[in-house]
């Protein structure tokens, strides 16, 4: 079952306190939750590259993230960014 956001946003405190099990169970679950905000926006056989993209950002921002802050719309704005970004990819490949 994929966390709530309290959850999460504890998870990530503990992973910037140095809590490599907290960053290794908050990764999995951001993995769970990208996979099916993606799936919903792109077409299937792109959804595992962008869930990646974004959690490699999502590891080079965490030190960006506020603890005291909502961590599901911290995630969400990444994982738009990065789609946003695929898209515009995708339109440049077809010679737009």
Known sequence: ??????TLARLMALAQDGDAAAYATLLHECQRWLA??????????????????TLASLHHKRASFDPSRPF?????????????????????????
């Open 36 to 53: 099916r905000y993606f799936a919903r926006r792109i077409a299937p056989g792109l959804v595992d590259d962008l869930v990646q993209e």
């Open 1 to 6: 079952m994929i966390s709530g956001d309290a």
């Open 72 to 96: 599901l719309p911290w995630l969400a704005a990444i994982a738009r960014y990065r789609w946003v970004d695929q898209l515009r990819r995708i339109y440049k490949a077809q010679g737009h």
